[in-house]
């Protein structure tokens, strides 16, 4: 079974740019998370998706960041216009389920997009 | 609100002698608690994982853990570190707000292990 996709693996850019991230989730999987990773700390959720909805983007600072998944299953999350702070490694993971109730449901991640703001 | 505590930034061991990785909890609720290792260059794997079953959790490569309500704890160990065994591990408990489903996942800031040959 394939993993989880992430794409690109590192990126540089310059404060004020934009970027943007690529995530396939595995396949069947209703709910896709993206998370940040900043250095010396654990992952923190920045939005959840359900299918083609958001499920809660409560931690997503949304005057620069912005995620999609607009069939249900890729998803793009995009920083515009980056910060020094947003140097991080940004990670995206999967689940069949997810919703409140369901009961346990593992996520799957995928390796990461190391961003490095200079 | 919930959230976990990893008492140690380094653990360095010897190869061939016990891990223990601390971790407590603070909840409100009845947790779910999970233990995840992030190896370099690759993504999050799940360890092991409780979810008001039994107290003594089985996982992968030989870890386990234990659920300690009365001290809120929640250690990783395994009997004898292997040499791949050396990556980061993270504490991590559920959002009660997603009815213990895995809907938000709370990360302790993870504990580098390190093993010597």
């Known amino acids: 079974e394939a993993g989880v996709a992430q794409s690109p693996r590192y990126k540089i850019i310059e404060k004020r740019q934009s970027v943007a991230f690529w995530c396939n989730p595995i396949?069947?999987?209703?709910?896709l998370y993206w998370y940040q990773q900043i250095l010396g700390q654990g992952p923190k959720l920045l939005i959840q998706f359900q299918n083609n909805g958001v499920v809660d983007d409560s931690q997503l600072p949304k005057d620069r960041f912005s995620a999609e998944r607009l069939k249900g299953v890729d998803s793009t999350l995009k920083i515009q216009p980056a910060k020094l702070e947003d140097s991080a490694v940004y990670l995206c993971?999967?689940?069949?389920?997810?919703?409140?109730?369901?009961?346990?449901?593992?996520?799957?991640f995928g390796p990461g997009t190391r961003l490095t703001v200079l | 609100a919930q959230s976990v505590t990893q008492l140690d930034s380094h653990v360095s061991v010897s190869e061939g002698t016990p891990v223990l990785l601390r971790c407590n909890y603070s909840s409100s609720y009845s947790p779910s608690l999970f233990w995840y290792v992030q190896h370099p260059n690759k993504g999050l794997q799940l360890l092991l994982k409780y979810t008001s079953a039994a107290t003594l959790v089985k996982g992968i490569n030989g870890f386990e853990a234990e659920f300690k309500k009365s001290e809120t704890s929640f250690h990783l160990t395994k009997p004898s570190a292997h040499m791949s065994d050396a990556a980061e591990y993270f504490c991590?408990?559920?959002?009660?707000?997603?009815?213990?489903?895995?809907?938000?996942?709370?990360f302790g800031k993870g504990t580098k292990l390190s093993v010597k040959p």
């Open positions: 396949s069947g999987h209703a709910t």
């Open positions: 991590v408990v559920s959002d009660p707000n997603y009815g213990g489903s895995q809907g938000n996942l709370i």
């Open positions: 993971a999967s689940s069949l389920l997810g919703l409140a109730g369901a009961g346990y449901n593992e996520q799957f």
